[in-house]
């Protein structure tokens, strides 16, 4: 995505325009993106037992290395094949590494007063601004730093949300490229500290069963962020990614079917996101 922006500065089109989704990596036939029904990468790998047997070409990995993963999310206006096609080429979509979490992304100059109370905040992103895939123009007011509107909502049968960032590129005046990571909101009283980064929000997963305690997080996340680096003669991209909680990787729950240490050759848990498609600001 920076190198669209170098490519664009130097012969006038993007080709790295791309919007972004998820999906599974698999060879056996059947999709499996949770992880307590991930069912291997290969046939040779589709039991815990033979996890460690299979190995991939000079890398040596094994079935504990892969992952199960993800999802492709769509914002069609109905549940047809002509209107998710036509969101597919608006690149009005997104990506989770497999919950089902509900992600809205925003971008505009001046968004009305956003009430978290109410549930118009779809309504006031496509009055105001583009939705995630879109472009914004330079502003006509003197000063103006692009708006985001974010919502993220948990997956009902999953996990609480831990924090929503905003992942900025840019190119600046000599032409160099840049990336910067903004927490934007989060569960909880944490503070962001002098190094400029968020505390972990914490781990409740039990290792000797798997399961995560759902005392810590938050069911949905809404806010109205502001560019603070903002500079309207700069190329940028904006994207969201959402986090999760930690929860249990296939790897700890399988050890814990077998009856056996979690294996070495990935963490117990992990944090499961979503990743929306960017919204660009040319000058």
């Known amino acids: 995505m920076r190198r669209g922006l170098k490519l664009e500065q130097k012969v006038g089109i993007n080709p790295y325009k791309f919007g972004v989704i998820g999906s599974t990596d698999s ?6 993106a949770d992880e307590d029904n991930f069912w291997g990468k290969m046939a040779r790998d589709s039991t815990p037992e033979t996890k460690r047997s299979f190995g991939i070409g000079r890398r040596k990995l094994t079935g504990w290395n892969m992952s199960a993963q993800g999802l492709a999310a769509v914002w069609a206006t109905e549940n047809t094949r002509e209107a998710i096609f036509a ?11 497999g919950p089902r979490m509900k992600v809205r992304v925003f971008g505009g100059w001046g968004f009305a007063e956003l009430n978290e109370r109410q549930s118009n905040l779809s309504e006031i992103g496509y009055r105001d601004g583009v939705p995630m895939g879109g472009d914004l123009v330079r502003p006509t007011a003197v000063g103006a730093a692009p708006q985001f509107l974010i919502q993220a909502v948990k997956d009902p049968l999953g996990s609480n949300l831990d924090r929503v960032q905003m992942v900025k590129g840019w190119l600046d005046a000599d032409g160099e490229t840049h990336e910067q990571v903004f927490d934007v ?20 997963v039990d290792r000797a069963t798997g399961k995560t305690a759902n005392t810590i997080g938050t069911p949905e996340l809404i806010t109205l962020w502001t560019d603070p680096t903002f500079d309207p ?4 991209f904006y994207y969201v990614r959402v986090l999760q909680i930690p929860t249990a990787r296939h790897s700890l729950l399988d ?29």
């Open 87 to 97: 969101a597919f080429k608006r690149r009005e979509v997104y990506g989770t590494t």
């Open 27 to 32: 060879h056996s036939g059947l999709s499996s």
């Open 233 to 236: 003669d700069q190329r940028a």
């Open 185 to 204: 909101a989060w569960a909880g009283a944490r503070e962001i500290g002098p190094d400029s980064k968020l505390p972990a929000v914490g781990d409740t």
């Open 255 to 283: 050890a814990i079917a077998l009856q056996e240490s979690a294996p070495k050759e990935g963490p117990p848990v992990l944090q499961e996101r979503a990743y929306s498609s960017a919204i660009w600001y040319t000058p």
